[in-house]
């Protein structure tokens, strides 16, 4: 069974418990947040859109980025 993680694993502590009560043997696992990966990672990172700033240097800049992957 999966849960939400939370701090000290409180709930999973709790669910565990009660499974364990009944005799049934049910392993409980805290669901993971987002990866480091996906928080660093962005799959546009140049938008398209411009900032509110007129006088942004990066947003005036006509010039186009490619990457090569």
Known sequence: MFVDATPESRLK???????DETGLKIKVIEKSGISVKKQLCN?????????????CK??????????NG
């Open 13 to 19: 502590r709790k669910i565990q418990n009660v499974w």
């Open 43 to 55: 799959s546009d990172p140049f938008p398209s859109s411009n900032c509110s700033d007129k006088d």
């Open 58 to 67: 990066v947003c005036s800049n006509k010039a186009k980025v490619t990457v």
